[in-house]
């Protein structure tokens, strides 16, 4: 397929001749939560198909925008990650999410593709700077995902797997019930009361796992 150029010295025309095809960005959106293993984006974005997920990465690459390394635990295995140029796009990406949350919601849209750990990496992003001082990591099993947040000194990160450490706080719950806890709907002791969420850590590092995955109020919005 010949790659289609707006032609435009423009900086934005020439950030959209690498980003603005359809399904790049949903790719970078990926690789924010970590690295993947090409069968693994296409498992993600199946639509996609092989051959256009093939030629986005090809475009990305060459654009430094990702890179393909081989695994820390599996030297023959190989999978794409953001370079630090790529992960410039990070902040951009969450506002874009920030954008599209005030969005209605069409009819169309398929309520099965919604993931917990998308909902993560969005609020773990939007949180406040001086959040992640506490030094925890909370890990999550939802359904059939698993990930986990960091809280240190370098800010709060949502990453797909289980995490490189043990983490402080490991909580278990399906999908609905992680929502409603984000969203302020449910608090966090009545879901362990109610059989909806198993936690396996102290009660305080749960009250600050969803202190940090919490949508902010519209007051505290506002302001």
């Known amino acids: 397929m010949p790659k289609r150029l707006y032609g435009q010295l423009c900086p934005i025309a020439r950030s959209l001749d690498v980003l603005g095809e359809r399904w790049t960005l949903l790719i970078v959106r990926e690789l924010l939560l970590g690295p993947r293993r090409f069968k693994e984006l296409l498992t993600l974005l199946p639509a996609m198909g092989t051959n256009r997920l093939a030629e986005r990465l090809?475009?990305?690459?060459?654009?430094?925008?990702?890179?393909?390394r081989a695994l820390p635990a599996a030297s023959d295995v190989r999978a794409y990650e953001l370079t630090a140029y790529g992960e410039r796009l990070r902040p951009l990406l969450i506002e874009l999410a920030t954008w599209g949350n005030e969005l209605p919601v069409d009819d169309e849209l398929d309520p099965?593709?919604?993931?917990?750990?998308?909902?993560a990496l969005y609020l773990a992003e939007r949180c406040?700077?001086?959040a992640g001082r506490g030094h925890e990591t909370y890990r999550f099993h939802v359904g059939d995902e698993v990930f986990h947040v960091t809280a240190d000194d370098a800010g709060v990160h949502a990453r797909s797997g289980p995490g490189p450490v043990p983490a402080d706080l490991v909580v278990t719950c399906d999908l609905a019930t992680?929502?409603?806890?984000?969203?302020g709907e449910l608090d966090?002791?009545?879901?362990?009361?109610?059989?909806?969420?198993?936690?396996?850590?102290?009660?305080?590092?749960?009250?600050?796992?969803?202190e940090i995955l919490r949508y902010p109020t519209p007051a505290a919005a506002a302001a």
Do not use: H, K, N
């Not at 990305?60 to 990702?66: A, I, Q």
């Not at 992680?178 to 969203?183: E, G, K, P, Q, S």
């Open 178 to 183: 992680f929502d409603a806890l984000t969203r």
């Open 128 to 130: 406040p700077a001086d």
């Open 58 to 68: 090809q475009l990305l690459e060459r654009s430094g925008v990702v890179v393909r």
């Open 112 to 119: 099965g593709t919604a993931r917990a750990e998308l909902i």
């Open 188 to 210: 966090p002791t009545g879901a362990v009361a109610s059989g909806a969420l198993t936690a396996d850590g102290d009660t305080g590092a749960l009250a600050r796992a969803f």
